[in-house]
């Protein structure tokens, strides 16, 4: 059962700005990171496979983990939760959704205008200038053909900058929202993890998605997966 009280927020809501991570995918069969057991980074090393330094000294490991990765993606379905929040776009004046999610499901299920914060597993780019370049899916390392350098995923690693866009569009939500749901996210990774103190300085309402909540402080926490969660919500807000 829903609170009351969320229901209302949300009736009366002007401005929704969401931010998912990897939980939101969970139920269509894509890894996590951090869960114990089944969590990407407790089988797999982040500074091997999500840093440039670590693609600079192995490229083609790197590689193999992420087509690996692409296969996954492109191989499954969008679940209810990323069809529920496409449906809550229609719900609501204004919605944002942000995602860390590199996995395209949320385009796949509809939801438009989404914010990539990590980037697209499924976009390649120059590992030297940035530009996009399509590459197929298997073979030998792509390699620019502008200026000859490796092509890399088009994702977000640890120590790179946020896509300027990305993150000023995501601020700019964060501020302006009137509530805030977080769903299936850890909340360790900054500066998306951030974006919710931002709408909490702004007095939105701030609505956590986890079966296993994450921080303290969220106004309202469903504990709860997203595939039940948000359909629940989407319901309760239809005509
Ligand atoms: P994490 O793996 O850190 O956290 C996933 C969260 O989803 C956990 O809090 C789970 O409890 C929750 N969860 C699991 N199943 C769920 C479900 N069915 N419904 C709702 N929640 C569920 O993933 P992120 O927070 O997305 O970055 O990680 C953030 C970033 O760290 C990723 O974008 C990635 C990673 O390193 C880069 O690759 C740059």
């Known amino acids: 059962m829903l609170p ?22 969970a139920e269509s069969g894509v890894p996590t990171f951090r869960e114990a057991q089944e969590g990407l980074w407790a089988n797999y090393d982040p500074m091997q496979l999500a840093t440039p330094e670590g693609f600079a000294s192995d490229p083609k490991l790197v590689w193999e983990w992420y087509r690996w990765r692409r296969e996954q993606v492109v191989n499954v379905e969008p679940n209810p939760a990323h069809i529920g929040l496409a449906q809550l776009q229609d719900l609501v004046p204004t919605l944002t959704l942000v995602t860390q999610n590199v996995d395209n499901l949320h385009q796949r299920a509809g939801s438009r205008d989404v914010i990539e914060f990590h980037g697209n597993i499924l976009v390649d780019r120059c590992f030297v200038e940035g530009c996009v370049i399509e590459t197929p899916l298997r073979g030998d390392i792509p390699l620019c053909p502008g200026c000859g350098a490796p092509v890399r995923p088009g994702v977000v690693w640890f120590g790179e900058a946020i896509p300027e866009e990305a993150l000023n569009l995501s601020f700019a939500a964060a501020s302006d929202c009137d509530v805030f749901l977080s769903i299936g996210t850890s909340s360790l990774v900054y500066p998306a993890a951030g974006l919710v103190d931002i709408a909490r300085q702004n007095k939105a ?16 926490v469903l504990e709860n997966k997203a595939g039940t969660a948000i359909p629940e919500l989407v319901n309760s807000l239809s005509p």
């Open 205 to 220: 309402v701030t609505v956590e998605v986890n079966p296993d909540p994450t921080r303290t402080g969220f106004d309202f």
């Open 4 to 25: 009351e009280a969320l229901v209302d927020t949300l009736r009366s809501a002007r401005h929704v700005c969401v931010l998912t991570g990897a939980g939101v995918s």
